[in-house]
């Protein structure tokens, strides 16, 4: 009986020595990627993914200082305070998002002015749309939120329109609007 659990101590270690042995030469990483590509190439359906573009904003943090982000909050919804909060919070994080890895300058440059973020208010969707077709058509991102619904407001309402940029490309989009 002493030899038995003897020879069971000296497999198990040795499974531990050899399980130590292949997980420092081998990082778990490598299995999770495999698994992650596989899973991915699934879950696509028959669709390929190309890498986005970096946006024109990129550019343009090289050679201008001043960076700003406006949040356009639609007025005739009639939000409460905290929603409004809400709301400006998804918008900003959507454009941050959009921006991580397709402007990651632009970004920076926006970190580096303190992260300015001024909210006008707007009195319409349409009024909203078109002040994003401007945004865009001088190259400026966007990011416009589309409420739930849960709450105070009808679902699928667009309530809050983000845009980052240079402060006087921006102004030139946003400076007819009054603060909210």
Known sequence: MDLTWLSAIVVGAGCLVLGYYIGSKYPPRIFFKAKLAKSNESSRSGKKDKPKEALEIESLADILDDFKMVLVVRNDLKMGKGKIAAQCSHATLGLYKKLHHRAPKA???WEMCAQPKVVLKIESEE???????????LKLPTHITIDA????????????MAVLGPVEVVDDVTGGLKLL
């Open 149 to 160: 619904g849960r709450t105070q407001i009808a679902p699928n309402s667009r309530t809050v």
């Open 127 to 137: 009024d909203m749309l078109v002040l994003q077709e401007r945004a865009k058509s």
């Open 107 to 109: 970004l920076n440059r």
